[in-house]
């Protein structure tokens, strides 16, 4: 993103994925559905930035790149059923030689101040995945310390919506749901 054009009190942050957390939550629905893993996904390799204008947070915006090939199952299952989902959610699912890469990009953002260096915000982005692209809203708790910003929050999204096919196993008896339910906890560093 350029920063051509921003006030001076727009001030810029890396995202640290190392001490950041994203992960995807999908349930499994069906006929057998009770046999079935629900399986939790997490994100290892993201990265974005953030441009918070402090004296207007409504004009601040944030670019987020998620690699798909570097989700994987973190549920305690047997090696075996957690190779098989990782290989069938990069193959069948994300596509992930395809499409390497998921986009969130948003610079319209509405905030309200919960307190001293704390807002809840919504963001209103574009979300590119599997080479579709929806506006997708997320809320979010955004706090600032020192030289830290951190947001929490959560958030659903249809695979459909995507042209993705949810997995199916035991001849369709077991899928998974549309919805997933993605959480994350991030911290990104003020630059100077």
């Known amino acids: 993103m350029s920063t051509a054009g921003m006030p001076q009190t727009t001030v810029r942050y890396l995202i640290d994925g190392k001490k950041s957390s994203f992960t995807v939550r999908a349930f499994?629905?069906?006929l057998l559905s009770a046999f079935a893993h629900s399986?939790?996904?997490?994100i290892l390799d993201f990265e974005g930035e953030i441009f918070?204008?402090?004296?207007?947070?409504?004009?601040?915006?944030?670019?987020?790149v998620i690699h798909p090939a570097s989700l994987i199952v973190t549920d305690d299952i047997s090696e075996k059923d957690r190779e098989e989902i990782n290989r069938r959610t990069h193959d069948e699912v994300l596509e992930s030689d395809s499409f390497p890469e998921i986009v969130f990009e948003c610079s319209r953002v509405s905030a309200s101040k919960s307190g001293e260096g704390q807002y809840r915000v919504t963001l209103n982005g574009e979300l590119s995945l599997h080479g579709i692209t929806h506006i997708q809203p997320i809320s979010a708790r955004v706090s600032f310390s020192d030289d830290v910003l951190r947001?929490?929050?959560?958030?659903?999204?249809?695979?459909?919506d995507y042209e993705i096919r949810p997995v199916t196993a035991a001849g369709g008896t077991i899928k998974l749901k549309d919805e997933l339910k993605l959480s994350f906890a991030i911290s990104a560093r003020r630059q100077a």
């Open 28 to 30: 499994a629905t069906g």
């Open 39 to 42: 399986p939790t996904i997490a």
């Open 52 to 64: 918070v204008n402090s004296d207007a947070i409504a004009e601040s915006s944030l670019r987020m």
């Open 151 to 160: 947001a929490t929050g959560d958030f659903s999204l249809r695979q459909s």
